[in-house]
């Protein structure tokens, strides 16, 4: 069994490192025990340690089932004792989270009673809660965020400590302890009360800052993303970087920022309004044109029109202004590439029915589509000529059918 120094001294970065064995692991990877260690393994939702062993990076350390815990290397770590270095960083953020998780499930319990069921430590991504709740409103979280900064900037002791199972009931647990035997617990001094067996910061205001970045609601429970420490200070520097160049943008101090973007889209919904007017306004005039170039086949107005890379939604829209036309049977083609879209409208008065026309043309391009009586949409494969062949497929038709 490996002895784990870092239950007694997590602010321990260095040591001299003794190597009991080596074991090949996959990928050329080396599985390595030491006699003791100060790198902490995966556990409690909380991740492993990184940094070097000798000549090798640490890239993961786990703990197995006889309590050995293996550091897993790159390479050799070379000739023991070696010099062993905690990742500083990594580690610092660890013990920030996880601490500053210990204060902010203990706010949520404090305040709102609501227990967390789980928990997940990251040193360099957002860490997460789980509570036993479905929502909450704003209000409630920044309270909670609040009350959980005012134990941070007391500074309160986090001490670490170990009970057995006759002293279980007169400590008192946040959530009591899953396990009996020798327990060890981390207090945050007069606050909280928990078992655990993770890294922490001997006083809280070594967090520095917590701050609660979004929640998340999974299967009726709520996930509470957090930051802390060296974290949350990067966020809130990226945080106020975007908000300088939001604010120099719209030409405006930051605290304007929320009426120079109301003002940009009421403009903008205005803007809107007046674009769709006049695209309105080009339609019918297209609509016009179109009928005054038709051609008369058996006393129908046949209009054919072939564009390149129109949308078929757009397509769409002009065929609907088409069949309004008495005596209009159109036929509208949109080619992008070896792609092409099909549109037939047809007024009430001609007889005509859409979709049949339309699967005429489509056998004509191994397409399909649909429709109704008036307007029949779909699409197939298409060459340079294809769209000239359909219009004339589709005189030939109107001909052959009065």
């Known amino acids: 069994m490996t002895e784990p120094r870092y239950f007694d001294d997590s602010l321990r970065l260095e040591f001299q490192a003794e190597i009991e064995e080596i074991i090949p692991l996959p990928e050329g990877k080396l599985g390595v025990i030491l006699p003791f260690t100060y790198f902490y393994p995966t556990s409690g939702g909380q991740e492993h340690d990184t940094g070097t062993l000798g000549l090798a990076y640490v890239l993961d350390v786990y703990k197995q089932d006889d309590g050995r815990i293996v ?9 023991a004792p070696c010099p062993a270095r905690i990742d500083q960083a990594r580690r610092l953020s660890n ?22 069921l789980s928990a997940n430590i990251n040193g360099d991504s957002p860490s997460s809660i789980y509570l036993d709740s479905g929502s909450l409103e704003p209000e409630a979280l920044q309270q909670v965020e609040d009350f959980a900064n005012g134990i941070v900037f007391e500074n309160r002791l986090v001490k670490s400590y170990f009970i057995t199972d006759s002293e279980i009931e007169k400590t008192p647990f946040r959530r009591p302890p899953k396990v009996s035997g020798s327990i060890r617990l981390i207090e945050v001094d007069g606050f909280d009360y928990s078992a655990c067996g993770g890294t922490h910061c001997p006083q809280t205001g070594m967090i520095g800052l917590l701050k609660i970045i979004r929640t998340e609601r999974v299967n009726q429970k709520l996930r509470i993303y957090f930051v802390a420490g060296g974290q949350a200070l990067t966020l809130l520097q990226a945080y106020q970087k975007t908000v300088h160049l939001a604010a120099d943008l719209l030409e405006t101090g930051w605290e304007g920022i929320p009426e120079a973007i109301r003002l940009q889209k009421e403009k903008l919904r205005e803007q809107h309004l007046e674009l769709a007017g006049l695209r309105e306004e080009k339609r019918n005039l297209e609509v016009d044109g179109l009928v005054a170039a038709s051609e008369q086949v058996v006393g129908k107005r046949l209009v054919t029109a072939g564009y390149q890379s129109r949308t078929p939604a757009d397509l769409r829209l002009l065929g609907s202004k088409l069949a309004e036309v008495s005596g209009v049977v159109a036929v509208l083609g949109s080619a992008d590439a070896a792609k092409l879209s099909l549109v037939i409208a047809c007024a009430a008065d001609t007889g005509v029915v859409a979709r049949e026309l339309l699967a005429h ?24 000529l294809i769209f000239s062949k359909l219009a004339e497929e589709a005189r030939t038709w109107l001909a052959s059918k009065h």
Not at 71 to 79: A, N, S, T, Y
Not at 103 to 112: E, K, P, R
């Open 361 to 384: 043309l489509l056998s004509f391009v191994d397409g399909k589509g649909g429709g109704d009586a008036g307007l029949a949409q779909g699409g197939g494969t298409a060459d340079s």
């Open 71 to 79: 550091h897993v290397l790159d390479r050799q770590p070379g000739p």
């Open 95 to 116: 013990m920030q989270h996880h601490t500053a998780q210990h204060i902010l499930s203990g706010a949520f319990d404090h305040l709102l009673g609501l227990g967390t």
